[in-house]
């Protein structure tokens, strides 16, 4: 038989020119048994893709159950909203408040969830993304309870404050942290866990709408809002399986912590090591970067040009988010329902279970969707959907009348806003906000989003009612409609496309060919002195 240049550990056989094929000859028969060294190899190579397949199923699971868990605090916001639309109604009726102050209590949780906002940046730079998490809980339970046992409008006044708070630390800090622990590749998709929680919220709140609705007037709604206190227990199990954020973590030089975190969330080992020295680069953890001497604050308040594009970016998605109107139709959805002809109030509570299983329901496309067609494809369905709906739900209330045709437009346009929104503008807006901004000034950045977003809900939810009085239910959803058609301009001209890169690649899609080539010689400067250290 011929000979194969293929090595083998043999067993001192003799081939047939007499050279021995033992473990130092390189030759080998071609009849011989089959080669163990390769088999050896082959099963290792097996062996190991077996591994690493375990390995990426854990990490997987690991970093959804992170998702999950730091989306909870959402519920809490989607419950208060979904509940206050029924409940304000036995509210009124129990102890008999005026039009302003039904207006006032539904709006003050989001003018007051600003504060909340602005201190959860600052806190979680200091105590961490995860106590702020877990404080955000503590203070909206204190507000739901003080709600619930509520003798008069002043106590529950109280109430609305403290949930306020807490909601404010919660909306701000769920998407950075969630942003701060996924991979890049499912980074969009579960980032938006905090809005598919929020839908969830409401849906709950709708369903204890309809649910208690039968109760006297003086109980009812009093159960609606304690039904809120429950998801605290989970909050506070999830504590205990959630990590720390790896970049806040690396903000603090606390390196072997934040490579032990990046261990866990992510698949590939061997990538852990280059994520930590891009976080490294990106914190400026060597003391080498350009703001050393200067504070977050002023850094936000003087912000460079490409800081100062993010800031549009960031805060102005942020506002159209909630001046195109979705917190009107969320939270005044028995009254649209009212005044499209349906007077049965448990019809009316029923039509609006009917818009919180839409809602849901399409934030799940938007989690399909977001990371395989990107954010901006999402954003354009999304603003010019709502804009259509929007119009023809104006074009309902001033023109349909009060007829069953009217009352089935006004329900298909009310759920087809919301679908539009959950699909797009709802998610992507805290996906962007979370992953747009430098590391070093990321929370407090991202703070500043939701203090416009909370901000601008609270003006629609304190003057719909007010505005809806004075030029008709039908003509503010003309209004809503024309600045929905603004947000599909400002996606066009001051939106990026994020889907697929990292956190620290998305910063120099915001800077100038001046500002690239000034941020390379300093990230070169960095890794030197990472590398040195």
Same mark, same amino acid.
Request: proline share 3%; charged share 15%; aromatic share 8%.
């Given at each position: 038989?011929?000979?194969?240049?293929?090595?083998?550990?043999?067993?001192?056989?003799?081939?047939?020119?007499?050279?021995?094929?033992?473990?130092?000859?390189?030759?080998?028969?071609?009849?011989?048994?089959?080669?163990?060294?390769?088999?050896?190899?082959?099963?290792?190579?097996?062996?190991?893709?077996?591994?690493?397949?375990?390995?990426?199923?854990?990490?997987?699971?690991?970093?959804?159950?992170?998702?999950?868990?730091?989306?909870?605090?959402?519920?809490?916001?989607?419950?208060?909203?979904?509940?206050?639309?029924?409940?304000?109604?036995?509210?009124?009726?129990?102890?008999?408040?005026?039009?302003?102050?039904?207006?006032?209590?539904?709006? /003050? @949780?989001? &003018?007051?969830? *600003? =504060?909340?906002?602005?201190?959860? #940046?600052?806190?979680?730079? $200091?105590?961490?993304?995860?106590?702020?998490?877990?404080?955000?809980?503590?203070?909206?339970?204190?507000?739901?309870?003080?709600?619930?046992?509520?003798?008069?409008?002043? /106590? @529950?006044? &109280?109430?609305? *404050? =403290?949930?306020?708070?807490?909601? #404010?630390?919660?909306?701000? $800090?769920?998407?950075?942290?969630?942003?701060?622990?996924?991979?890049?590749?499912?980074?969009?998709?579960?980032?938006?866990?905090?809005?598919?929680?929020?839908?969830?919220? /409401? @849906?709950?709140?709708?369903?204890?709408?309809?649910?208690?609705?039968?109760?006297?007037?003086?109980?009812?709604?009093?159960?609606?809002?304690?039904?809120?206190?429950?998801?605290?227990?989970?909050?506070?199990?999830?504590?205990?399986?959630?990590?720390?954020?790896?970049?806040?973590?690396?903000?603090?030089?606390?390196?072997?912590?934040?490579?032990?975190?990046?261990?866990?969330?992510?698949?590939?080992?061997?990538?852990?090591?280059?994520?930590?020295?891009?976080?490294?680069?990106?914190?400026?953890?060597?003391?080498?970067?350009?703001?050393?001497?200067?504070?977050?604050?002023?850094?936000?308040?003087?912000?460079?040009?490409?800081?100062?594009?993010?800031?549009?970016?960031?805060?102005?998605?942020?506002?159209?988010?909630?001046?195109?109107?979705?917190?009107?139709?969320?939270?005044?959805?028995?009254?649209?329902?009212?005044?499209?002809?349906?007077?049965?109030?448990?019809?009316?509570?029923?039509?609006?279970?009917?818009?919180?299983?839409?809602?849901?329901?399409?934030?799940?496309?938007?989690?399909?969707?977001?990371?395989?067609?990107?954010?901006?494809?999402?954003?354009?369905?999304?603003?010019?959907?709502?804009?259509?709906?929007?119009?023809?739900?104006?074009?309902?209330?001033?023109?349909?009348?009060?007829?069953?045709?009217?009352?089935?437009?006004?329900?298909?346009?009310?759920?087809?806003?919301?679908?539009?929104?959950?699909?797009?503008?709802?998610?992507?807006?805290?996906?962007?906000?979370?992953?747009?901004?430098?590391?070093?000034?990321?929370?407090?950045?991202?703070?500043?989003?939701?203090?416009?977003?909370?901000?601008?809900?609270?003006?629609?939810?304190?003057?719909?009612?007010?505005?809806?009085?004075?030029?008709?239910?039908?003509?503010?959803?003309?209004?809503?409609?024309?600045?929905?058609?603004?947000?599909?301009?400002?996606?066009?001209?001051?939106?990026?496309?994020?889907?697929?890169?990292?956190?620290?690649?998305?910063?120099?899609?915001?800077?100038?060919?001046?500002?690239?080539?000034?941020?390379?010689?300093?990230?070169?400067?960095?890794?030197?002195?990472?590398?040195?250290?």
């Amino acid at each position: 038989m011929g000979l194969v240049g293929v090595p083998e550990i043999g067993n001192g056989e003799m081939g047939m020119s007499g050279i021995p094929l033992g473990t130092k000859n390189k030759y080998k028969r071609m009849d011989s048994e089959p080669e163990v060294e390769l088999t050896e190899e082959y099963e290792d190579g097996a062996s190991r893709h077996h591994l690493q397949q375990i390995r990426s199923k854990k990490t997987r699971k690991y970093v959804l159950a992170c998702a999950i868990f730091a989306s909870l605090n959402s519920v809490l916001l989607g419950y208060d909203v979904g509940v206050m639309s029924g409940a304000i109604i036995f509210i009124q009726e129990d102890l008999k408040i005026t039009e302003v102050q039904e207006e006032v209590l539904v709006g /003050i @949780l989001s &003018i007051v969830s *600003l =504060f909340g906002s602005l201190a959860g #940046g600052k806190t979680s730079d $200091i105590i961490g993304r995860k106590w702020t998490m877990a404080l955000a809980a503590v203070v909206f339970q204190a507000g739901a309870a003080t709600m619930t046992l509520a003798p008069s409008f002043e /106590i @529950l006044m &109280i109430g609305r *404050l =403290f949930a306020g708070v807490g909601i #404010g630390f919660g909306v701000m $800090i769920a998407p950075v942290y969630i942003a701060e622990i996924s991979p890049t590749i499912d980074r969009g998709s579960l980032t938006s866990f905090p809005e598919i929680f929020i839908n969830l919220g /409401i @849906l709950l709140g709708y369903v204890s709408n309809y649910a208690f609705s039968g109760l006297p007037a003086h109980i009812n709604w009093r159960i609606m809002l304690a039904v809120g206190i429950t998801p605290s227990i989970f909050i506070g199990f999830a504590l205990f399986v959630i990590p720390e954020s790896p970049r806040w973590l690396v903000l603090q030089n606390r390196i072997d912590e934040a490579r032990s975190v990046l261990m866990k969330t992510n698949e590939n080992e061997s990538e852990v090591e280059d994520r930590l020295n891009e976080i490294l680069a990106a914190a400026d953890n060597s003391s080498a970067g350009k703001y050393e001497e200067k504070s977050v604050t002023s850094e936000l308040m003087n912000p460079s040009p490409s800081l100062r594009r993010m800031l549009i970016t960031g805060f102005g998605i942020q506002c159209f988010q909630q001046i195109t109107g979705i917190d009107a139709t969320v939270y005044y959805s028995p009254e649209i329902f009212q005044e499209a002809g349906i007077k049965n109030k448990q019809n009316v509570l029923a039509a609006t279970v009917a818009v919180g299983v839409t809602k849901t329901v399409f934030i799940m496309v938007a989690i399909l969707l977001i990371d395989k067609l990107g954010r901006k494809p999402l954003l354009y369905v999304s603003t010019i959907g709502m804009t259509i709906c929007l119009f023809s739900l104006g074009f309902t209330l001033s023109v349909l009348g009060k007829g069953q045709f009217g009352v089935a437009m006004a329900i298909l346009s009310v759920c087809g806003n919301v679908a539009f929104f959950s699909v797009g503008i709802g998610p992507v807006c805290w996906v962007l906000t979370s992953e747009i901004f430098p590391l070093r000034v990321r929370a407090q950045a991202a703070a500043l989003g939701a203090v416009g977003n909370r901000v601008c809900s609270g003006l629609v939810a304190m003057s719909f009612l007010s505005v809806s009085n004075a030029i008709s239910f039908g003509g503010t959803f003309f209004i809503f409609s024309a600045v929905a058609a603004l947000s599909v301009v400002f996606v066009y001209t001051c939106v990026p496309e994020t889907k697929g890169k990292s956190l620290e690649q998305i910063e120099l899609l915001f800077q100038t060919e001046h500002d690239q080539k000034g941020g390379q010689v300093e990230l070169g400067d960095v890794e030197h002195l990472v590398q040195k250290g």
